[in-house]
């Protein structure tokens, strides 16, 4: 199964770069993973819903039945790193060729892309910066694999 954490946004800064590359080479030996960073719209006077509108036709764009869309929103499902690792082995079971992690725009998304998901998951009840997230997101997937493959660096 290929991870892809799909997000839209602007370039990595050289920290946030250093630690995706950093958690990317750690998950290399148990699955492949992507960034995509689809970039923003250009800044034009548009309305929050213009804007979501064009970054769903964007989405709509991308996504291919081999995906399996997991949103990650502030109002999704709150799991624990071992519940993730569970998630991701269930996808596996199922021979989910591509899952696809996304991180939704400033303003998040709309009704069809959450229609679209097979799930939504929940970071925290805090909002945080979309690099951050992108950060965050690299390093649970690989606590997650480091839970299925039962090295040393989760502790329960």
């Given at each position: 199964?290929?991870i892809?954490?799909?997000?839209?946004?602007?370039?990595?800064?050289?920290?946030?770069?250093?630690?995706?590359?950093?958690?990317?080479?750690?998950?290399?030996?148990?699955?492949?993973?992507?960034?995509?960073?689809i970039?923003?719209?250009?800044?034009?006077?548009?309305?929050?819903?213009?804007i979501?509108?064009?970054?769903?036709?964007?989405?709509?764009?991308?996504?291919?039945?081999?995906?399996?869309?997991?949103?990650?929103?502030?109002?999704?499902?709150?799991?624990?790193?071992?519940?993730?690792?569970?998630?991701f082995?269930?996808?596996m079971?199922?021979?989910?060729?591509?899952?696809?992690?996304?991180?939704?725009?400033?303003?998040?998304?709309?009704?069809?892309?959450?229609?679209?998901?097979?799930?939504?998951?929940?970071?925290?009840?805090?909002?945080?910066?979309?690099?951050?997230?992108?950060?965050?997101?690299?390093?649970?997937?690989?606590?997650?694999?480091?839970?299925?493959?039962?090295?040393?660096?989760?502790?329960?």
């Amino acid at each position: 199964m290929h991870i892809e954490i799909w997000t839209i946004g602007k370039a990595n800064e050289p920290h946030i770069e250093a630690g995706m590359a950093l958690y990317f080479q750690k998950i290399k030996p148990y699955n492949t993973i992507s960034l995509e960073i689809i970039p923003p719209l250009k800044k034009t006077p548009a309305s929050v819903d213009v804007i979501k509108k064009e970054e769903e036709a964007l989405l709509l764009k991308k996504l291919k039945p081999h995906h399996h869309l997991i949103l990650l929103d502030e109002t999704g499902k709150l799991l624990t790193s071992p519940q993730w690792a569970e998630q991701f082995q269930q996808q596996m079971n199922h021979s989910v060729k591509t899952l696809v992690l996304l991180i939704g725009g400033a303003y998040g998304v709309t009704d069809a892309i959450k229609m679209q998901a097979k799930q939504t998951w929940s970071l925290s009840k805090l909002v945080f910066p979309h690099q951050l997230v992108r950060l965050i997101v690299a390093e649970q997937v690989y606590r997650a694999f480091s839970i299925l493959n039962n090295t040393p660096y989760h502790h329960s």
